[in-house]
């Protein structure tokens, strides 16, 4: 089976030469495999592509069949590293209490009180 620790000794060094980072890996059991990149002015569709190319030419198909989606997180989705709660310093954002009641607050507050 395919890790998460195999997809990103292939992509972490180039994310990382062109200043991005990624936000997630996960590789489900059939091998479904979902990447979410992101960057601090965003990522371009181009970046994600040319990612996904990196892994499709990497991993052989013969070997071992995959599914492969490469993305940035949905504006939606919560972040998931810390890089994400400093790009957004300063934004307003929706946070989540453990009381499940929303509360939209200035990131810079809720980076303080998460972290």
Same mark, same amino acid.
């Given at each position: 089976?395919?890790s998460k620790e195999?997809?990103m000794?292939i992509i972490?060094q180039q994310?990382?030469e062109?200043?991005?980072?990624?936000?997630d890996?996960?590789?489900?059991?059939s091998?479904?495999?979902?990447?979410?990149l992101?960057?601090d002015q965003? /990522?371009?569709?181009?970046f994600?592509?040319? *990612?996904? @190319?990196?892994? &499709?030419?990497?991993?052989?198909r013969e070997?071992e069949?995959?599914?492969?989606?490469v993305s940035?997180?949905?504006?939606?989705?919560p972040?998931? /590293?810390?890089?994400q709660?400093?790009k957004? *310093?300063? @934004?307003h954002? &929706?946070?989540?209490g453990?009381?499940g009641?929303k509360h939209t607050?200035?990131?810079?507050?809720c980076?303080r009180?998460?972290?």
């Open positions: 089976m395919i195999q997809i000794g972490q994310v990382e062109e200043n991005y980072f990624v936000v890996v996960e590789v489900k059991p091998n479904k495999i979902i990447v979410h992101d960057g965003g /990522v371009p569709i181009e994600c592509v040319s *990612i996904s @190319r990196l892994i &499709e030419h990497t991993l052989d070997a069949d995959f599914e492969l989606e940035s997180p949905g504006i939606g989705q972040f998931k /590293v810390h890089r709660f400093t957004n *310093i300063g @934004r954002v &929706e946070v989540v453990r009381d009641m607050a200035s990131c810079f507050r980076h009180k998460v972290l």
